[in-house]
């Protein structure tokens, strides 16, 4: 009791120590309130170490138990773990003494709430503010982004997994005629696509297009398909569609998103953006949502239709993908392809209202 008289009358306000500017010497000292100034004085002295009016000095906000600092105007520090007693000096005086930080603490239901209300931000963020900035960011990309996102992607899967193709030239130029029928009938025209052949190795059979046009279709696709030309050249539709409707880069800037907050927490912005862009990122882009599979699946019935072949081709894939590999549920067998009975049955029914039939079911 007679300590908070003290304060508030003028005299002792806490004990601790106190540090020379620029120096990390201690000193035991006392923090007291003389003749309208507050000093740091030495134990068993009465000449100050520091002094100056409370509008000179500065005492940092009070966050927990953290010792508290008073920094006087020649650049020394008295500091003290005596909280309460810097919070009754500056309650004495009409300040305040606990900060923000320290309120936040002592009131922890609310900080819950803080909490519970950052994480629905960022989920409206992440629901609302990603997809827009994807859309913006997809608008003002310069050509040379997917260019250089796609010679690195197609350079490391040479280097890593792909060799030479084995078919015959026969073969390959039957499958890039057809190729070349279905390319021209897409708005950006034949010569926005470029075809590329490969052995898929331990990747086995599958298409995919790059960001910028490069398609690549494995021998093992090819090989599955046997005789059944039409049906490559409507997977290959499918792929030109993910080109038209840019999935690629929408999945590269959403991993991108993920991956800068990590760089920026880990604090690395460097040459890592560019590994991102230039060295594989666009293996990030090989797998797409359901709802871009459908819409690629779409094009192909559409870009086929015009072409002249059978639009429902690619469905055929799907069935030999249930024959062949098994693949029968909901579940991907190849991640870019999931070949599922409600896809086939899609197709067939899109495939029906372009050409202005009639649903059996429905007769």
Known sequence: MASENATTTGGAIANGDWHP?????????????????????SSGADKPLAGAGLSWIEISSRVGSIPRRVTFPDGSVFETWDNDGIDRFLAARGKGGAGLVHWLEQFRLRLIVIVLAAFVLGGMVYRWGVPALVEVAILTTPPIVPELMSQGTLQTLDTTTFSPTKLSEDKRKEISDGFARIAAQSPRGAGAYTLN??????????????????????????????????????????????????????????AAGMTGLIMLIAGDVGSSVEDVLVQGGGLLALSYSRDAESAADRRSVELMAKAGYDPTAIARFFTLLEEKLGDKSDTNILSTHPGTPQRKKEITDYARIISGQSDPDLQ
């Open 197 to 254: 052949f490969r052995d898929g190795g331990f990747i086995g059979p599958n298409a995919f297009a790059l960001p910028d046009g490069t398609l690549v279709v494995t021998d093992q696709l090819v090989e599955m398909a046997g005789k059944d030309t039409e049906m490559v050249v409507g997977v290959l539709a499918h792929e030109i569609g993910h080109v038209e409707l840019e999935h690629s880069l929408r999945q590269l800037y959403r």
């Open 21 to 41: 500017a620029g120096s990390s010497r201690s000193v035991e000292a006392r923090l007291i309130e003389r003749a309208g100034e507050v000093a740091a004085l």
